[in-house]
């Protein structure tokens, strides 16, 4: 998912800051000077990622011989061009954008999936619209050529309604859901926390949410194909430091919720929130998803119907090569 989402004014000028002193997100929210080695991750403050501030907390980075800083970039396009530039070497987001980074002729290599939304993301709505159908005429806020994007035409197309029937407005998922709590739009295309926000502060409810829609929003880490072919050996270990998160995650919960809410600056009852809306991908279920050779697992579908998806929409001009930018060598 694109995932963008700004919690407090001071987080905004933090991360701002790190950006213009060339500096990262390091484990717990502190600034770190960026190593001249490092391997550079725009890392959106999303929770569905935490579990890699988890591991550069815990040292699994480290560990595993993986150099990485986390850098936090919250455009979109911003994101795309600095990967471009090679001013980061990887990317933390939906799977869905990568096919779109692929289709702009930027060679990357998906090497691990970190979650799938069931529930997470979702499009809020007044209380006086019931259905998807209501949203006629209304103003509905999502972030163009996204994941959000992709959620709300799949939704819309499925009730029978069609794009220009609604009245889009460009904006981050974060701030379309601020928009919504503050009563400056109908409807919004976000995730959580700010469904659940939604609901209890009486701004309105969710029609629909990914739960309806399972298995089509995957979260998945990607990097630049001269980095993974310079660096195989460091981004096998940052594989394995996601496994590692993930499995101290389970073991230990309540210390790993603590964790990543500090490092996303979250209240823990904040970051528990959202988690039911989460699946995360561990070593096996990333086996599964991947697949093999002779039997490919779900994750080519879900890129295939993604690159079908925007070329339709024309937001791609060619469809990327999906057995080329997925790449299971690192996954065991």
Known sequence: MAR?????????????????????????????????????????TWSGYAPLLLAKEKGYFEKHGANVEFVVIQGLAERKQALAANRIQGMATALDVHVTLAAAGIPIKVVVAMDHSSGGDGILAKPGIKSLADLKGKTVAFMQGSTSHLFFLTALEKSGVPEDAVKAVDMTAGDAGAAFVAGKVDAAVTWEPWLSKAEKEGAGKVLVSTRDFPGLIVDSLAFRADTVKQNPEAIKGIVAAWYEAIEFWKAHPDEANAIMARALNWSVAEFAETLPGLSFYDKAANLAFFGTPKAPGAIYATAKRAADFYYNKKVIDRKPDINEMIDAAFLK
């Open 4 to 44: 963008i989402f700004t919690r407090q004014t001071f987080l905004i000028a933090l991360l701002a800051l790190s950006l213009a002193m060339g500096f990262g997100l390091a484990g717990g929210g502190a600034l770190a000077a960026k190593p001249a080695d490092a391997i550079k991750i725009s890392l959106p």
